[in-house]
């Protein structure tokens, strides 16, 4: 049996440790021992990216902001489901040394995806990203289930506080979504997303693309208002 190999370890904003981990040929993050993604079992987070982008196919500009790089699945579905030249992928990444990792230690998994220009990580938390950010985006996505909680965003169960779903009501354009993979109650938080003023489905995958994929992800898809796709005045028709 192969051993597992500590490739890089960090500190997150909070001070708790967080660590890259190799094991014949999957890569893991660890933070206080526990795992928090996997490359074996990363379908939970691909779908995230997919059906985060299903919305915005036929926008000319879709504007994007990714909670945090994880292992990079999420921000692949992305890409991969949204081709536009114009599109806008920004990542809020906290934890600055996590882009080198992916640079140096995991080209494998998604290769020349940090260089794609279309895609801007900044060294920042999601709340900071939106207090920045005056013009508003498409869609707002986060894999809690994968992540470190964020103060303000989520608790340390990693379902987000009604303050942070407030405020990302207001960050999205009309139409616009935000998409969480959490492990909430669902009648609970269907509830808490509707007050602030969300239109709410959910979808369970498996979490794994592997193995008998007994594990499930629930995918929470929430709508501010319909999006209406700009068209061309083409004036009256006769």
Same mark, same amino acid.
């Given at each position: 049996?192969?051993?597992?190999?500590? /490739?890089?370890?960090?500190?997150?904003?909070?001070?708790?440790?967080?660590?890259?981990?190799?094991?014949?040929?999957?890569?893991?993050?660890?933070?206080?021992?526990?795992?928090?993604?996997?490359?074996? #079992?990363?379908?939970?987070?691909?779908?995230?990216?997919?059906?985060?982008?299903?919305?915005?196919?036929?926008?000319?500009?879709?504007?994007?902001?990714? *909670?945090?790089?994880?292992?990079?699945?999420?921000?692949?579905?992305?890409?991969? *489901?949204?081709?536009?030249?114009? #599109?806008?992928?920004?990542?809020?990444?906290?934890?600055?040394? /996590?882009?080198?990792?992916?640079?140096?230690?995991?080209?494998? /998994?998604?290769?020349?995806?940090?260089?794609?220009?279309?895609?801007?990580?900044?060294?920042? *938390?999601?709340?900071?990203?939106?207090?920045?950010?005056?013009?508003?985006?498409?869609?707002?996505?986060?894999?809690?289930?994968?992540?470190?909680?964020?103060?303000?965003?989520?608790?340390?169960?990693?379902?987000?506080?009604?303050?942070?779903?407030?405020?990302?009501?207001?960050?999205?354009?009309?139409?616009? /979504?935000?998409?969480?993979?959490?492990?909430?109650?669902?009648?609970?938080?269907?509830?808490?997303?509707?007050? #602030?003023?969300?239109?709410?489905?959910?979808?369970?995958?498996?979490?794994?693309?592997?193995?008998?994929?007994?594990?499930?992800?629930?995918?929470?898809?929430?709508?501010?208002?319909?999006?209406?796709?700009?068209?061309?005045?083409?004036?009256?028709?006769?």
């Amino acid at each position: 049996m192969k051993p597992a190999v500590t /490739l890089a370890e960090t500190c997150a904003p909070n001070g708790a440790p967080f660590t890259l981990i190799e094991h014949d040929g999957e890569f893991f993050l660890h933070s206080r021992g526990v795992q928090l993604e996997s490359s074996f #079992a990363h379908n939970g987070a691909a779908e995230l990216g997919r059906l985060s982008a299903q919305p915005f196919r036929s926008a000319r500009q879709p504007r994007v902001l990714l *909670a945090g790089l994880g292992l990079g699945y999420v921000l692949s579905g992305l890409r991969n *489901a949204l081709p536009q030249k114009r #599109a806008i992928f920004q990542v809020a990444e906290p934890i600055s040394d /996590l882009p080198a990792w992916h640079r140096q230690h995991l080209a494998c /998994l998604h290769e020349g995806q940090l260089d794609d220009p279309r895609v801007i990580v900044r060294k920042e *938390a999601l709340n900071d990203a939106l207090r920045k950010d005056k013009e508003g985006w498409q869609a707002l996505v986060i894999d809690a289930d994968s992540s470190l909680p964020q103060v303000g965003v989520t608790n340390r169960g990693g379902i987000p506080h009604s303050s942070f779903l407030h405020r990302a009501h207001s960050s999205l354009k009309e139409g616009g /979504l935000l998409a969480i993979s959490c492990s909430a109650e669902h009648h609970t938080f269907e509830r808490k997303m509707q007050r #602030a003023g969300f239109d709410v489905v959910h979808e369970v995958v498996p979490t794994s693309h592997k193995g008998k994929q007994k594990q499930r992800s629930t995918i929470w898809l929430a709508r501010k208002g319909a999006y209406e796709q700009t068209r061309t005045h083409r004036g009256p028709q006769h």
